[in-house]
């Protein structure tokens, strides 16, 4: 049997979580049946846009909204905290409280 | 329709366990209770570190909690050990128990011979009260008798992909079915207010249950500052996959699956109705499962990514791992290996596998977690320090 290689947990969602690296140019198989061609190399548990989303876009998994868009995403791309805007301001104050801390 | 032979109380539930236990009113007597409960077999003690040194809000909470504890239907019967001085008195704690229609027996340290003494009466009463526990009645009972508690704790990446969704099933079978599962961990629902506002049954309770999640958020800021808060979503967590609070809690929240949320219940509360309760609880697996069997759960679901042995003495707890990596690490721990999706099986077949074993365990069958005995003292929720 071939290797299960993403998890579709909602059918309204815009993205499907990996379940092992998988390589630019790989090949995955929605369940209706749509060929998504993988974008760039997605680690583990992460991700994969099911089509191509423009900036501002929600992005959609267990059916609701875990974020927007901060820029393009192409399909088959990765999706993580370098392209969600509430993921991206996090990080910024993350490492703003970081450097805070260690100037005093 | 699914039946199971249960144990029928006064008060109307249906245990799916039949257990006498001894219980401290206040921890000092804690030895007391240890005294008889390792000297009477089938007896068990209900330890906690509560009962005095509190005021206000925490002790209606403890009170209200031990109580409820042992109202849980599958507890048969009750010895309850107070000392003589402590805020929670015996005699109000065992008039309360009682008015489910149980069996209770108490003593008091102070006024009932010295800790010698009341272990002595204790053993014979434990033995009056197993007496009675084997006479209760075996009645035919349907779903509606099932509370189920939702928990996950140790989770990894996988759980809210594979173990979560799968539990989500089981859910929404008990649900449809006319039973009862509570969800909590409000913690672990931050970002997903206005989700759950949705999902309440009236506009009223949506505004009640997104006022929790908004007030354990607002509470998570001023313990670990506005930017610290953030950080319940860790570097571990973001690794993993997880790029937003909000994903993070689906992930937990999705154990609930999709039915409307029914009621909303404070930490140890007893609802009123059935469905799809939330009960007001912390993230803290030991408080949020002590929570959640005084709300009345007769059977609570575990999902767990990096391991947990945690039992709890009169509930069985069903853990389901959510990888092959945990489930190999600790087989005399985990009951089902959700793991099994990445390898081909489906959510809906893996929920299939989850409610046969849920049907079996409602039935007797002893989940790891029982046969292994590793419970914990009740955890209690606190929301300030002893005085």
């Not at chain 1, 140019?25 to 060929?35: A, N, R, S, T, Y």
């Not at chain 2, 309770?205 to 313990?223: C, D, F, H, P």
Request: charged share 20%; with cysteine; net charge negative.
């Amino acid at each position: 049997m071939e290797k299960i290689k993403f998890v579709h947990i909602n059918e309204k969602d815009n993205s499907v979580i990996s379940l092992f690296e998988l390589k630019e140019g790989d090949f995955i198989v929605l369940p209706d049946g749509k060929e998504v061609k993988i974008f760039e190399n997605v680690p583990p548990s992460h991700k994969i846009a099911t089509y191509a989303l423009k900036a501002g876009d929600p992005i959609i998994k267990y059916g609701e909204e875990i974020g927007i868009a901060a820029c393009d995403i192409p399909q088959g791309g990765w999706i993580h905290a370098h392209n969600i805007s509430e993921s991206q301001a996090f990080e910024q104050s993350v490492s703003e409280s970081l450097k805070e801390g260690s100037s005093k | 329709m699914f039946k199971f032979l249960g144990y029928e109380r006064q008060d109307g539930s249906v245990g799916i366990r039949n257990h006498v236990v001894v219980i401290p009113t206040v921890a000092c007597v804690n030895g007391v209770v240890h005294s008889i409960a390792s000297k009477v077999p089938g007896i068990i003690p209900l330890y906690h570190s509560h009962g005095c040194g509190r005021l206000g809000e925490d002790l209606k909470i403890h009170a209200r909690t031990l109580v409820n504890i042992c109202k849980n239907s599958n507890v048969a019967a009750v010895l309850a050990i107070g000392l003589g001085c402590e805020f929670i008195k015996i005699k109000e704690f065992s008039e309360a128990v009682a008015e489910s229609g149980k069996p209770v027996e108490s003593f008091n340290v102070q006024t009932d011979g010295g800790s010698v003494k009341v272990v002595e009466k204790g053993i014979e009463a434990a033995q009056r009260l197993l007496d009675a526990a084997s006479k209760v009645r075996r009645v035919e009972a349907g779903l509606d008798k099932i509370v189920l508690g939702l928990e996950c704790g140790g989770s990894d990446a996988l759980s809210g992909v594979t173990a979560n969704p799968a539990i989500g099933k089981v859910t929404d079978w008990l649900v449809q079915n006319g039973g009862t599962a509570i969800l909590t961990e409000v913690t672990e629902m931050i970002g997903t207010a206005h989700i759950l506002k949705k999902r309440a049954a009236t506009p009223e309770l949506g505004e009640a249950v997104a006022e929790i999640v908004n007030a354990q958020e607002r509470k998570t800021q001023e313990v670990l500052g506005e930017k610290l808060a953030g950080a319940i979503i860790s570097p571990g967590n973001m690794d993993g996959g997880m790029s937003t609070i909000r994903e993070k809690s689906l992930g937990c929240i999705c154990k609930a699956g999709t039915s409307p949320i029914s009621e909303l219940v404070s930490y140890g509360a007893i609802p009123k109705g059935k469905g799809l309760i939330v009960m007001d609880g912390p993230g803290y697996d030991v408080d949020s499962i002590a929570g959640e069997a005084a709300s009345g759960a007769n059977l609570i679901i575990f999902s767990t990514g990096r391991g947990n042995p945690l039992g709890f003495p009169i509930v069985p707890i069903i853990k389901i791992a959510s990888n092959t990596k945990l489930y190999d690490a600790m087989p005399d721990d985990m009951d089902v290996n959700a793991g099994r999706m990445l390898e081909g099986v489906t959510l809906q077949q893996m929920g299939d596998e989850i409610i046969e074993l849920t049907k079996q365990v409602i039935q007797g069958k002893q989940s790891k977690a029982e046969i292994n005995n590793h419970d914990s003292c009740l955890g209690l929720l606190c929301t300030t320090t002893a005085f």
